[in-house]
């Protein structure tokens, strides 16, 4: 376990030459099948800031950090670095409940780029982000199934943290707003298992679409044992966490009717996406971890790290605020800016196509 008292990489100078960067992904529990991709993604786009010259006349390294250890355990580990002197940033992947953890140790002294979708409402000072809330991602999605494909009862099944649980609440709004409703809601350990009781509820009831809200090895679990029970037929699912890894897991048997939103497919075929595919397999070999939108928003979240310490000139948590603002930068997901923090990206509905994803259209997150 990592302790207070641990000493600095060895890789550490004194003399400042090095700009260290906090990467905290899964590397356990139910994430942890896509963190191979998420550190990959982030090296990738490490060594594309050096080859441009580094950030503020230094070199950036990272330092993993396992997100999918107890939330406080990373909070501890993060902390320290900072502490050490050893990191100047942080960024990754890692679900909202690390978050909240991270955020009181580490915000108002480190600039830290949060990139998992998450239920929205971040305002902490220090704190940005690149990904998805529920009223961009999760509201058109629901308005554009509920219109072509008649969903009138959404059932709700999601793990029991807080992303899950004020996404679901926000949902009752988006639902209520198209004419819809929700029938039932169940919220589950990380690292469930067992689906049969859930199953059971969801044949009971009488809804037409399932809201999946269920992370990584838990969502694969759920849909194979839907899958199994016969209930595709009937009911569609859509998930806003739902990336190629995570399809190829579920296999082709199990993906029937399943909707995905996301501001990244792997198959989207435009220059921004095609650059990185092409950047990826010169990297990695073209058998990598697959490439996925939970993994790519790494790669974001250090480009707009680098992009901010470089318009602000420094590492100072509120210089680097105040110049947030008028930062952009450019990755797979084009050229993007900040609003209160956030990244206002483009964001897809995709439908599942055996082990693929079949991106049906460009939702308007804004209107």
Not at 61 to 82: F, N, S, T, Y
Not at 104 to 125: C, D, F, H, S
Not at 243 to 249: H, K, Q, R, S, V
Request: hydrophobic share 40%; net charge negative.
């Amino acid at each position: 376990m990592f302790r207070h008292e641990t000493s600095a990489p060895e890789w550490f100078t004194a003399d400042g030459s090095v700009l260290g960067v906090a990467l905290v992904f899964p590397l356990q529990g139910p994430a942890g099948m896509f963190g191979p991709t998420c550190e990959n993604c982030a090296q990738l786009a490490a060594e594309r800031v050096n080859d441009e010259g580094g950030v503020l006349g230094r070199e950036l390294r990272l330092i993993p950090v396992d997100g999918g250890a107890p939330p406080r355990q990373v909070a501890d580990q993060v902390g320290a670095l900072v502490d050490l002197g050893v990191v100047q940033g942080v960024t990754g992947w890692h679900i909202s409940s690390v978050r909240q953890a991270l955020v009181p140790r580490i915000a108002q002294r480190v600039p830290y780029v949060y990139t998992a979708l998450y239920e929205g409402g971040e305002r902490t000072e220090g704190v940005f982000l690149t990904s998805e809330t529920p009223h961009d991602q999760l509201r058109p999605a629901m308005e554009l199934l509920s219109r072509e494909h008649l969903v009138r009862r959404w059932f709700v099944v999601g793990n029991d943290y807080v992303w899950p649980r004020r996404t679901a609440r926000a949902a009752h709004g988006y639902a209520r707003a198209t004419g819809a409703g929700i029938g039932g809601e169940v919220y589950l350990p990380l690292g469930t298992h067992d689906f049969e009781p859930v199953l059971r509820r969801i044949e009971r009831s009488d809804a037409d679409g399932v809201l999946m809200l269920l992370v990584g090895g838990d969502a694969v679990r759920f849909n194979r044992a839907f899958a199994a029970a016969g209930l595709d037929a009937r009911c569609l699912r859509l998930s806003t966490l739902m990336d190629e890894n995570m399809l190829l897991a579920s296999g082709p048997s199990a993906t029937g009717r399943l909707y995905s939103t996301a501001g990244f497919f792997a198959s989207l075929a435009n220059r921004d996406t095609l650059d990185f595919h092409g950047s990826y397999a010169d990297r990695y070999g073209l058998d990598a971890p697959a490439l996925g939108s939970l993994g790519e928003s790494c790669y974001e979240g250090v480009l707009l790290l680098a992009a901010l310490l470089r318009k602000a000139g420094t590492t100072d948590v509120a210089a680097v605020g105040a110049a947030a603002e008028t930062v952009s930068y450019e990755g797979p997901r084009g050229l993007l800016r900040l609003r209160d923090r956030h990244v206002r990206q483009r964001i897809y509905l995709a439908r599942a196509d055996g082990l693929d994803f079949d991106v049906l259209t460009e939702l308007d997150p804004w209107s």
